[in-house]
């Protein structure tokens, strides 16, 4: 035209062309299209950098290492002649020197370096066990195992038979002293399928991990195929079979048939940094690097900036201010263990460890939400007040069941009103047991034989014998026999029986009561029992060990007066402070204020139910 320019046509067929996504291009037309790609970026060191070309098996990659201020790395022992460390007192002083500024240099001193005799007495206690376990390997013989799990032990002398299969052949054969047994393939094998680490060949073709030369004459290491047929390629009009692999060539001649139909498009290709004159490599500075790149088709050159570059220091700086999850034992991420890395936690004085601060008051909708200091602090008051408040429940013949809480006082108190030296607990004895549901039952009771300090009998032939107990002020108390006595606890109504009268001092008398007679007992359910004197009624709690018992007060029994029957009432009562109790333990529940801890039901956030502890 006027303007000199000179206009081409040309027709391409839109079923040849690839797209622009490469859709319809295989993965091997693309690892070419790829390659050219990366024929045309190339990555210069500058000043203090390296840079390591490398591949991640399917892009080319660039290392670019930065030697910054602060980089030390390590240099010969410029006072041995023969520039090499030595160990001295299992460690060894080591100078490294500041990569950029070499007069900066420091010493790291590595310890429990063993020194040689450490080592000859190592070796000399090898060789012992070597020689031991020889001995013991000679003794034992060879035990023998195949694919079917049937382990056989053969002395060493023995003969051991390896033999083949229809796919297997075996043999044997002697060159002096030593043997060699071959097992060998088929060259015809019958199997379903065969597996190969590395590579399978068939013919002139490989498959598998192997290592080629390209064109340009580099090498190229994956897995792929290679020693295919390169049948020729015909653009216009392809002959191929369904199915059939395609080799590298025929790629190259669609991707040159590509590059032809692109020819008027423009191609940009990185240039070198034309204000570095030395060897055009490009620097980073401030965290950023604009690179130069020229269209090869019109000569227009652009500048591409490429921003937040950061140096391997800062890198390093990152990486070492990162929350890591740990390694195992074989070198893998353990994404279910985080160990920080602070000083190590000592269990005795509370020291060291890392400090996690920030952290949001738990919800309590999700069991593995973390939870700070003050989340805990509040639940355990919410459940120290509601066990405090709930204490424990005492109940006695009457009063009727009083609750404690834990810590207060349980009192269990009589009305004698004598000195302590005229007491006395020879006759009495308590008894402690507990049923499975931790109700503790604590029976009181009277020895069959009592010991008194004056029984006297008098009397004479034909009147009623009587006896005197005499005080210790002079008083005589008399007891005699009447026929004509109340019934016993089980008697019938209307009924007499003889019974043992006594006189008080005052003159009235009192009839003095049998083995028939006895106590009737009556708790909270149940029916009564009339218990006869010298019977056993047994108040039972469970605890069959006085070191399972709780060492506080926490029971107490409160009397009411004999009411006009002449019953009496004894009731058992809890402390509402309940002390020296090691644990509570409920089946289900344990309620305390407004909180419920145990198995239970609750509906969550969403509407559903949860079921648990």
């Known amino acids: 035209d006027a303007n000199g320019v000179r206009n081409y046509t040309v027709d391409v067929d839109p079923t040849k062309v690839a797209k622009t996504d490469l859709s319809n291009i295989n993965s091997d037309g693309k690892t070419v299209i790829r390659e050219e790609a990366q024929k045309a970026v190339k990555v210069i060191a500058g000043q203090n950098t390296t840079v390591t070309e490398g591949t991640d098996g399917t892009y080319k990659t660039y290392a670019v290492n930065v030697a910054a201020a602060g980089d030390y790395r390590l240099v010969e022992n410029s006072a041995a002649a023969d520039k090499a460390y030595t160990v001295t007192g299992n460690k060894v002083d080591l100078t490294v020197q500041d990569a950029s500024t070499p007069a900066n240099t420091k010493t790291v001193t590595i310890k429990d370096i063993a020194s040689k005799t450490e080592l000859d007495s190592t070796k000399s206690d090898l060789t012992n066990k070597i020689n031991d376990t020889k001995t013991e390997l000679i003794n034992k013989g060879l035990k023998f195992n195949a694919d079917n799990n049937d382990v056989k032990t053969n002395k060493l002398g023995s003969t051991v038979t390896v033999s083949g ?254 000195a302590d030296a005229n007491y006395s607990g020879k006759n009495i004895k308590t008894f402690i047991k507990q049923d499975t549901a931790g109700n503790t039952t604590i029976d ?107 060492t506080g007060n926490n029971i107490g029994v409160t009397s009411a007066a004999v009411d006009a029957d002449g019953n009496a009432k004894l009731q058992l009562q809890l402390a509402k402070d309940i002390t020296g109790l090691k644990s509570v333990t409920a089946t289900d529940t344990v309620k305390a204020g407004t909180a419920t801890v145990g198995n239970q039901t609750a509906t969550d956030n969403k509407g559903g139910t949860q079921t648990g502890n």
């Open 165 to 418: 299969d229809a796919n297997i052949t075996t043999k044997i054969t002697q060159t002096g002293d030593d043997s060699t047994i071959a097992v060998a393939l088929n060259k015809d094998l019958n199997v379903k399928t065969v597996t190969a680490t590395d590579t399978v060949k068939a013919g002139t073709t490989t498959a598998g991990n192997q290592t080629a030369t390209d064109n340009k004459g580099g090498t190229q290491t994956g897995n792929f195929i290679t020693g295919l047929d390169n049948t020729a390629w015909n653009m216009a009009d392809p002959v191929f079979v369904s199915g059939r692999a395609a080799t590298e060539d025929q790629l190259k001649t669609v991707s040159d048939a590509v590059r032809a139909a692109n020819a008027g498009s423009s191609d940009y290709r990185l240039i070198g940094d034309p204000a570095n004159t030395t060897d055009g490599s490009y620097k980073v500075t401030n965290n950023q690097v604009d690179l130069k790149v020229k269209d090869d088709k019109s000569g227009t050159t652009n500048t591409v900036t490429i921003k937040d570059i950061a140096s391997k220091t800062e890198f390093d700086k990152l990486n070492d201010r990162a929350v890591k999850y740990d390694v195992d034992g074989s070198g893998n991420v353990d994404k279910s263990k985080v160990t920080y890395e602070g000083p190590t936690y000592n269990s005795t004085n509370k020291t060291g460890g890392t400090h996690v601060t920030n952290v949001a008051y738990a919800t309590g909708n999700d069991g593995s939400e973390a939870v700070n200091v003050d989340y805990l602090t509040d639940k355990i008051k919410d459940s120290s007040d509601a066990l405090i408040n709930k204490g424990l429940k005492f109940d006695a013949n009457v009063g009727g069941v009083q609750t404690n809480k834990l810590g207060s006082t349980v009192k269990v108190q009589g009305e004698g009103a004598e």
């Open 444 to 550: 009181v009771k009277m020895n069959k034989n009592l010991e008194v300090e004056t029984v006297t009998a008098t009397g004479a032939n034909g009147k009623d014998g009587k006896i005197g107990i005499n005080g210790k002020d002079g008083v005589t108390t008399n007891l005699s026999i009447t026929r004509d006595g109340q019934p016993g606890v089980d008697g019938a109504g209307g009924t007499t029986t003889t019974r043992i009268v006594y006189e008080k001092p005052d003159g009235t008398k009192e009839e003095v009561a049998t083995l028939n007679d006895g106590l009737k007992f009556k708790g909270d359910m149940g029916a009564t029992s009339n218990v006869k004197l010298n019977k056993q009624v047994d108040v039972n709690g469970g605890v069959t060990n006085a070191a399972d018992l709780a």
